[in-house]
């Protein structure tokens, strides 16, 4: 079975500072990864996600994360928040089915909530 | 804008009543995802739906919870009898087949029972 540890539950940052949050995942074989974030009120949006190809993801709002396959992690990283990226950010991974194809149900980490501080 | 609708946004029931949740998948996917977010569990995969096809549901307690796809514009979860621990956010998603693995979430049923 599939698991997602996020290490961080709680993260506290001021306007400016650099961000990055931890993300691993317990799974032997082929994965889609992914970021969601939930803003106070509202549904789950993507942020970013990794299929294949270059480890190193770009997404939305300056988001970006990095695959790295010998150490089962996928960390979020933004060089400089905002007060408007206050939220819960969930890292979630999809295990490839290739006998059947499709999108299997996401496997999500406990969430992340993050607060910046103007 | 194609979007994920669900019904209704917030629900406030009594134990034992029956509850009935309903999603409207984005238009063209054919794989539409019941999920539970809770504080403690966090989010949790209850049951999944392929071309209206149950595929999953082990995420689900089988005793008091049921999932539908009447057809392919509706998706329903039913709850009978609810208890307080049902009290949740439901999310609904749907996604593509074909290995695309993106998934799109609908706004979320907020469930209280009392």
């Known amino acids: 079975a599939q698991s997602v540890s996020q290490h961080n539950h709680h993260v506290i940052l001021s306007e400016a500072a650099s961000l990055e949050l931890g993300c691993n995942y317990s799974?032997?074989?082929?994965?889609?990864l992914f970021w969601y974030v939930q803003y106070p009120g509202q549904h789950l949006q993507l942020l970013l996600k990794?299929?294949?190809?270059?480890?190193l993801v770009k997404g939305i709002k300056g988001f970006e994360a990095e695959f790295i396959k010998s150490k089962f992690s996928f960390n979020l990283r933004k060089p400089s928040v905002q007060w408007s990226d206050t939220a819960e950010y969930f890292c979630?991974?999809?295990?490839?089915?290739?006998?059947?194809?499709?999108?299997?149900?996401?496997?999500f980490g406990k969430g992340t909530h993050l607060i910046i501080q103007p | 804008d194609a979007r994920v609708t669900q019904t209704p946004r917030h629900k406030v029931t009594e134990m034992g009543q029956e509850v009935t949740m309903r999603c409207q998948p984005i238009?063209?996917?054919?794989?539409v995802f019941w999920y539970r977010q809770t504080m403690m569990q966090g989010l949790e995969l209850l049951a999944y739906?392929?071309?209206?096809?149950?595929?999953?549901d082990s995420g689900m307690p089988k005793d008091r919870f049921s999932a539908e796809m009447p057809d392919a514009t509706l998706a329903t979860l039913k709850i009978q009898p609810s208890e307080p621990r049902d009290s949740a956010v439901y999310f609904c998603?749907?996604?593509?087949?074909?290995?695309?693995?993106?998934?799109?979430f609908g706004p979320g049923t907020r469930l209280t029972v009392l």
């Open positions: 998603a749907s996604g593509l087949g074909a290995g695309m693995g993106e998934q799109f």
């Open positions: 799974y032997g074989g082929t994965v889609n």
């Open positions: 990794y299929f294949s190809g270059d480890p």
């Open positions: 979630a991974v999809n295990a490839r089915r290739y006998s059947g194809g499709g999108a299997d149900g996401l496997t």
């Open positions: 238009l063209g996917h054919n794989t």
């Open positions: 739906f392929r071309n209206r096809a149950p595929l999953d």
